[in-house]
């Protein structure tokens, strides 16, 4: 640690945090299990509202993207349980998946955002492997 670093905590002691300091996030946190195409399993931590996109990126595996807006439909997931904690497919979800011929029974992970707990997901396309077509 530098020496600024070690005066920075010195001073937040004996002075109190800085108005700048970073507060914590108030969201609740919870865990979703991703399953990978070669059969092992992860745990990632989502805090609420966190896309399955981003929460994957927590992990071993990350779910493959190449847009990050719902336009692609490669960061399509099968949902196996907790589909009631995840918000609903939006209509620019169901477009894509209608336009790139996802099935509608999986979501993309880059919309489905986490609302509460229970959720666990198959992960079709994992980061920097071969994309697997819908």
Do not use: W
């Amino acid at each position: 640690m530098s020496r600024f670093g070690i005066r920075r905590r010195l001073k937040a002691l004996v002075n109190g945090p800085s108005k700048g300091a970073p507060r914590e996030d108030p969201r609740a946190t919870y865990d979703v299990v991703f399953d990978c195409p070669d059969g092992t399993s992860y745990t990632a931590q989502a805090k609420e509202g966190d896309s399955l996109l981003l929460t994957s990126g927590r992990g071993e595996q990350p779910i493959s993207s190449a847009c990050m807006d719902g336009s692609c439909g490669t960061c399509r997931v099968v949902v196996v349980d907790g589909l009631e904690s995840l918000t609903p497919a939006d209509a620019h979800e169901k477009g894509t998946k209608a336009n790139t011929g996802v099935p509608a029974e999986q979501r993309l992970g880059c919309q489905a955002g986490v609302i509460g707990p229970g959720v666990r997901v198959q992960i079709i396309n994992v980061l920097g492997e071969e994309l697997v077509d819908p």
